[in-house]
């Protein structure tokens, strides 16, 4: 019984910040990567940010820079930094992971940025 929820997400103006959390489940969390991907209404499912099993991070260009992937193996938590925050950050963003082969998601949490 693999889980993944997401937290955090929120409503903040051009600017500001949020901290993504997701928490897994029904895995040795400490053995496989994690992504984040984030999906806006009307466009495709775009992914974000991977970090390994060893915390090696990258990112999707636009985001570069601003956005921070990290993981509190202890917490079986992945995390996502969001600064700088710009209204086409504005999207539904999900937690990923795909051990042995099959991908795993969570049900995603709003992010809006607006002023």
């Known amino acids: 019984q693999v889980q993944l929820v997401e937290s955090g997400g929120g409503s903040v103006q051009p600017g500001g910040s949020l901290r993504l959390s997701c928490t897994a489940s029904?895995?040795?969390?400490?053995?496989?990567?994690m992504n984040w991907y984030r999906q806006a209404p009307g466009n495709q499912r775009e992914w974000v940010a991977h970090?390994?099993?060893?915390?090696?991070?990258t990112y999707v260009n636009s985001v570069r820079g601003r956005f921070t992937i990290s993981r509190d193996n202890a917490k079986n938590t992945v995390y996502l930094q969001m600064n700088s925050l710009k209204p086409e950050d504005t999207a539904v963003y999900y937690c990923n992971t795909k051990p042995g082969g099959t991908d795993y998601w969570g049900r995603g949490t709003q992010v809006t940025v607006s002023a």
């Open positions: 029904g895995i040795i969390f400490i053995r496989y990567a």
């Open positions: 970090i390994t099993s060893g915390s090696i991070t």
